[in-house]
């Protein structure tokens, strides 16, 4: 069993800065991509944004152009530098590793909250 430990949520004001960490407790050849999913009070879990392990990206509309999302493949880890935060940002964030052997890895969620 893979574990995903999330670190980096808090607490900023608007237009600040906060770079969630995702690391995975052990190796495995399987997961192919990571990526971060926030929900909202009251909302539906969304795609934020992900990444495969030969770096290619993906964003939602929402990210782009204020978050990056990058991955160390030697330490298992996903990064998510978020700039410009919105009170609409306002979430649990949830790191998440999908396998090729369809079994999808979720981490256990780091609140991040922005004020205006």
């Known amino acids: 069993q893979v574990q995903l430990v999330e670190s980096g949520g808090g607490w900023v004001q608007l237009g600040g800065s906060l770079r969630l960490s995702c690391a995975a407790s052990?190796?495995?050849?399987?997961?192919?991509?990571m990526g971060w999913y926030r929900q909202a009070p009251g909302k539906q879990r969304e795609l934020v944004a992900s990444?495969?392990?030969?770096?290619?990206?993906n964003y939602a509309d929402s990210a782009k152009g204020r978050f990056t999302i990058s991955m160390d493949n030697v330490k298992n880890t996903v990064y998510l530098q978020m700039n410009s935060l919105k009170p609409e940002d306002t979430a649990v964030y949830y790191c998440?590793?999908?396998?090729?052997?369809?079994?999808?890895?979720w981490g256990q969620g780091t609140q991040v909250t922005i004020s205006s």
């Open positions: 052990r190796s495995t050849f399987n997961i192919y991509a």
């Open positions: 998440n590793a999908p396998t090729t052997q369809g079994v999808s890895y």
């Open positions: 990444v495969t392990r030969d770096s290619r990206t």
